[in-house]
């Protein structure tokens, strides 16, 4: 009964679709979802990592592919173990652009958005800082020659000088041999 009651729902649904003037898509010939070079920008941060800053072991950072691809999950345990953090990352195809939400053990959330530009990733957002007054913080993720990335966090009160919270350079892990 459970089986003939699915395929009922299922036949009704097809029907519905194609009643609506629906195409039904065909998943031998529909383009695979996330595949744009849109959502492909910022692959070249995943993978596992060793972070540094002026030239001193920062952490560690694990970026990696998830829904299909569609998102990239992040991974920080600092240097020490004692700090950590994830964020989620997509492209809006709505919008046109992409978006961090960032979370972190010290209560910071950050809810980034912005696009390829010049060679990077380049994500902000505007936000109340400790006095009341807006803060934009940016951070810009440039792919290096040599397969590092520089993550580059920077945040400004009047959009023209900028202080630098954070400077890092990734350096993929490499396994021993």
């Known amino acids: 009964m459970r089986i003939l ?12 679709a194609q009643d609506e003037g629906q195409q039904i898509p065909d998943p031998a010939t529909a383009p695979a979802a996330c595949s744009s070079a849109e959502h492909r920008a910022f692959d070249f941060w995943a ?25 990239l999950a992040e991974h ?12 989620l990352n997509t492209y809006d195809q709505v919008n046109r652009q992409w978006h ?27 936000r109340a800082g400790n006095n009341g007054e807006a803060v934009t913080h940016r951070i810009t993720w440039t792919p290096n020659d040599d397969g590092s990335v520089r993550q580059h966090w920077q945040t400004s009160n009047d959009g023209e000088s900028w202080t ?5 350079l990734y350096v993929r892990v490499t396994e021993n041999p």
């Open 47 to 71: 993978g596992e990592w060793d972070v540094t800053t002026n030239g001193q072991p920062a952490g560690r950072n694990r970026i990696e592919l998830v829904h299909n691809g569609c998102a």
């Open 100 to 126: 961090q939400t960032w979370v972190d053990t010290s209560g910071t959330l950050l809810q980034l958005n912005g696009q390829f530009i010049d060679g990077s990733m380049v994500l902000s957002e505007q």
């Open 164 to 168: 630098t919270l954070f400077d890092g």
């Open 76 to 87: 920080w345990v600092s240097a020490t173990g004692g700090f950590t953090g994830s964020s």
């Open 5 to 16: 009651t699915c395929l009922l729902t299922c036949f009704s649904a097809l029907a519905f």
